[in-house]
Antibody, heavy 126, light 113 residues
Framework: QVQLVQSGAEVKKPGASVMVSCKASGYTFSDYYMHWVRQAPGQGLEWMGWINPNNGGTKYAQKFQGRVTMTRDTSINTAYMELGRLRSDDTAVYYC???????????????????WGQGTLVTVSS | DIVMTQSPESLPVSLGERATINCKSSQSVLYSSNNKNYLAWYQQKPGQPPKLLIYWASTREYGVPDRFSGSGSGTDFTLAISSLQAEDVAVYYCQQYHSTPFTFGPGTKVEIK
């Protein structure tokens, strides 16, 4: 069965960076886009972007351009999301979520989010 | 960006009764070349990640009970729960994946009346 296991909670100071990992199992990691979504405490869901693990291609929401970097290591089936220049309003649970169809399907980057990691709480506080 | 709105914000429903949630997008999420609506519904329970219920506006995800149904096209969509069960208490979100950035509605909290 598909599983996405994320790294543990982090506490960071304003201005620092954080990297969250997402280890995939139960499917061919390189075949499916991996998206990142965040949720501030008590708030709704915010899409941050995706990475195509097959070729490392990325698409970021304009809001996060210049601050976010999504990477992957196909040898260990793991995707990473690094967010820099952290602010207090970046405090949130960060989720990885797999797309529905393999990358070689037409428009598979435009996809609902089929499987989700358990979430990683990132707290930004001085 | 496509703005998603949902109504109501909170929905108290008696057990066994029907619950209906509305979702509206600021632009059409219908992709004309394949006639698919790029719209999904998620259920989120406290302390858990969202769970995909419906995609392409009306396709139920495998394993989702058939009391959940999605309908609509273009800019107006509905999620219905035909007979509310206690385990359906959750927040429900719609999401468009027609255009980046993908955007979510603000959520509808379904509770027992």
């Amino acid at each position: 069965q598909v599983q996405l296991v994320q790294s543990g909670a982090e506490v960071k100071k304003p201005g620092a960076s954080v990297m969250v990992s997402c280890k995939a199992s139960g499917y061919t990691f390189s075949d499916y886009y991996m998206h990142w979504v965040r949720q501030a405490p008590g708030q709704g869901l915010e899409w941050m972007g995706w990475i195509n693990p097959n070729n490392g291609g990325t698409k970021y929401a304009q809001k996060f351009q210049g601050r976010v970097t999504m990477t992957r290591d196909t040898s260990i089936n793991t995707a990473y999301m690094e967010l820099g220049r952290l602010r207090s309003d970046d405090t949130a649970v960060y989720y990885c979520a797999r797309g529905m169809d393999p990358y070689y399907y037409e428009k598979s980057d435009y996809s609902g989010l089929h499987h989700w990691g358990q979430g990683t709480l990132v707290t930004v506080s001085s | 960006d496509i703005v998603m709105t949902q109504s109501p914000e909170s929905l108290p429903v008696s057990l066994g009764e029907r619950a209906t949630i509305n979702c509206k997008s600021s632009q059409s999420v219908l992709y004309s070349s394949n006639n698919k609506n790029y719209l999904a519904w998620y259920q989120q329970k406290p302390g858990q990640p969202p769970k995909l219920l419906i995609y392409w506006a009306s396709t139920r995800e495998y394993g989702v009970p058939d009391r959940f149904s999605g309908s609509g096209s273009g800019t107006d969509f509905t999620l219905a729960i035909s007979s509310l069960q206690a385990e359906d208490v959750a927040v429900y979100y719609c999401q468009q994946y027609h255009s980046t950035p993908f955007t979510f509605g603000p959520g509808t909290k379904v509770e027992i009346k």
